[in-house]
């Protein structure tokens, strides 16, 4: 049974427009979650993460939003930019030191 | 360059034919896992460890062994492999212990290809 959903196998933004994310969760005992951009031919790279303790937390042009009554959170990148084009990943942790991923979204920004 | 190196990079092999990945990091992090992608199923946690002689199994470890006799290295042994383990395979390290919320730097991959 898959913990870690991201529902949408596929999105496509027009430039300078806001990207949104989705991740839902099954498992009320995480409490930490982190999104990973990959691009083709290579390793995922660290995004943003937030805490459970926290409902929001920003980075420049990307903010997590965590809503844990709903067992949901989403990244939004505004503005989206063709560079952002890639796969996300979001992740969850129950702290512990293992990791339950979920499948991926590929972002497509258009120019 | 601070980094996390795998190789091979690309194996095609055989079932049954022992095989054995090679994880590094300079970064001196204590803590090292593996994970494989597949479609449909996004990353999946192997193996991890949170230091030196101190492996635990993920999410989806039937078929793998590791070992961690440095701090640096990780490898990934599969001693029969066969077509599921046909994967896209990524090694990664952080800092510390790994604990929740701690950024993981991933290497390149290793794509295999059972046959």
């Known amino acids: 049974d898959q913990q870690v959903k991201q529902n949408s196998p596929s999105l496509s933004v027009q430039e300078g427009r806001i990207s949104i994310l989705n991740c839902d969760y099954t498992?009320?005992?995480?409490?930490?979650f982190l999104w990973y951009k990959k691009y083709p031919a290579e390793g995922p790279t660290f995004l943003i993460s937030i805490s459970s303790i926290k409902d929001k937390n920003e980075d420049g042009r990307f903010t997590v939003f965590l809503n844990k009554s709903a067992k949901h959170l989403s990244l939004h990148i505004v503005p989206s930019q063709p560079g952002d084009s890639a796969v996300y990943f979001c992740?969850?942790?129950?702290?512990?030191?293992?990791?339950?991923f979920g499948t991926g979204t590929r972002l497509k920004v258009l120019a | 360059e601070a980094q996390v190196t795998q190789n091979p990079r690309y194996l095609i092999t055989v079932t049954g034919k022992k095989l054995t990945v090679t994880c590094s990091q300079n970064?001196?992090?204590?803590?090292m896992s593996w994970y494989r992608q597949d479609p449909g199923l996004g990353l999946r946690q192997i193996y991890y460890s949170m230091n030196v002689e101190v492996t635990d199994k993920g999410d989806v470890p039937e078929g793998y062994k590791v070992s961690r006799k440095e701090k640096r290295n990780f490898p990934l042994i599969l001693e029969s492999p066969s077509p599921n383990q046909t994967s896209l395979y990524f090694c990664?390290?952080?800092?510390?212990?790994?604990?929740?919320?701690?950024?993981?730097?991933f290497g390149p991959g290793t794509r295999l290809l059972v046959l």
């Open positions: 970064m001196n992090h204590e803590y």
């Open positions: 498992n009320s005992m995480f409490d930490y």
């Open positions: 990664a390290s952080s800092l510390n212990s790994g604990g929740p919320g701690e950024t993981q730097y």
């Open positions: 992740a969850a942790s129950e702290g512990t030191y293992k990791y339950i």
